[in-house]
């Protein structure tokens, strides 16, 4: 017999988070080790599913995690909620999307979808926003259409597991996650969208 409380002294601390939020399975079948660090130029951070403000995050954050030299990395965000966690029909919604990054110096890498902050419908309750981290067997040469941030067209209906199956990028190395419902700046966003 499987003693769970045992295994789970043995995960670390994200690991945990990602299990007792069901990012796993909803998001990534196994849950990374590593922690990805997010700072946004509001001031805050996200910690392991603590609850932030659309406006909080409406801007690009600053993301580090441990790396190797001469090494590559993609970096994705996503939503697994929505348009809500309760009927996740457009399950997972990619907020951003980044390859090739060279060390975690994401300004030099190859930006596949642009950076779009939390943007969680009124009335549908808190959103997972989960940060990945992939470490990628070399450079690759991606075959994504390439999504600006002014438009929410062809986001929905992603999947980080298949996109990382795609690539052969295994499990995710690194990984973070913070939760976020509706507030005054989301209007704001679906403008930006042409929503």
């Known amino acids: 017999m499987v003693n769970f409380r045992v295994l789970a002294r043995g995960m670390s601390s994200i690991a945990r988070a990602f299990e007792a939020n069901a990012v796993v399975p909803d998001v990534v079948f196994k849950a990374p080790e590593n922690v990805v660090t997010v700072k946004f130029p509001s001031g805050v951070e996200v910690n392991s599913g603590n609850v932030l403000t659309p406006t909080q995050v409406k801007d690009v954050p600053s993301v580090t995690w441990a790396t190797q030299p001469d090494t590559f990395y993609t970096l994705a965000m996503t939503d697994p909620d929505a348009p809500s966690r309760k009927e996740p029909t457009f399950r997972e919604w990619h907020h951003w999307l980044v390859g090739n990054v060279p060390g975690n110096d994401i300004a030099a890498g190859e930006t596949l979808s642009a950076y779009i902050g939390s943007g969680p419908p009124p009335g549908t309750g808190l959103h997972r926003y989960v940060y990945l981290v992939y ?61």
């Open 135 to 195: 470490k990628q067997p070399g450079k690759i040469n991606f075959d994504e259409q390439r999504l600006p941030n002014n438009s929410g067209d062809k986001r929905g209906g992603f999947s980080i597991s298949k996109f990382a199956k795609k690539y052969n990028l295994g499990d995710p190395l690194a990984g973070n996650f913070y939760q976020a419902e509706y507030d005054d700046y989301v209007p704001i966003l679906y403008k930006q969208l042409g929503a």
